[in-house]
């Protein structure tokens, strides 16, 4: 049986006061999700290196997204995904997602007023690999994944830090599989990684692995 878990946390606990500069400024301006097919017959046909996010200041200011996270909302079919109608009672005020990718904190990663930063799975030119026809080559950050699919990366583009995957082995931003994200994005004081962890809804029929949902991520109110 294959074991899926996704990551529960309380998203309105644990925004940090930066997170509260960004609302409204930082958008979602783009999101290439579909894939496409290999060129020249190559095999495997699907081809899903080129899929991206593109993030966009929508503001008049500078704003500093280091540390932000990135998030793909639990996609499971609707009668088995965990949705806002779920987080009710003792899930109230949280948010389940499969996977949680982080741009680093180290240094600050500046977006000027009306530019765009986009991160992928791969920071490569793709237009001779497949009929995306997609250039990555200049991408901000890029998942530096061991996948043999999607194993094609730029030295010179840095990594987007993998916090957690629902699937240890998809090191990769996984868009379509098993539906169409939800793509959150929010900045956190407490540490998200250490959060707690739950089985798809309905599945309890082996032992849950993970902690139960911990204070410091219930009271931050």
Not at 63 to 76: E, F, L, R, W
Not at 77 to 83: D, E, F, K, Q, V
Not at 94 to 102: G, P, Y
Not at 164 to 174: E, F, G, L, W
């Amino acid at each position: 049986m294959k074991k899926l878990f996704t990551l529960l946390f309380v998203f309105l606990a644990v925004l940090s006061a930066s997170a509260e500069d960004l609302q409204g400024k930082l958008v979602i301006g783009k999101v290439f999700y579909a894939g496409s097919t290999r060129l020249n017959g190559a095999t495997p046909k699907n081809y899903l290196c080129h899929l991206y996010i593109e993030l966009y200041n929508n503001s008049a200011e500078a704003i500093d997204v280091a540390g932000t996270y990135v998030a793909m909302a639990n996609s499971d079919a609707a009668a088995a995904a965990w949705t806002a109608a779920d987080m009710v009672d003792d899930k109230a005020g949280m948010a389940i997602f499969k996977q949680v990718f982080q741009i680093p904190a180290g240094s600050p990663v500046v977006m000027e007023p009306g530019k765009s930063l986009v991160i992928t799975n791969c920071a490569i030119d793709h237009s001779e690999i497949a009929e995306g026809k997609v250039n990555l080559s200049n991408a901000d950050f890029e998942l530096k994944s061991t996948n043999a699919a999607f194993n094609f990366h730029s030295d010179a583009v840095p990594a987007l830090s993998v916090v957690y995957s629902a699937n240890a082995s998809q090191d990769y931003i996984n868009f379509m599989n098993p539906g169409p994200d939800g793509i959150a994005l929010f900045k956190a004081d407490t540490d998200i990684a250490a959060c707690a962890k739950t089985y798809g809804k309905g599945k309890d029929s082996e032992a849950k692995i993970g902690r139960a949902v911990q204070q410091e991520c219930r009271d931050r109110h």
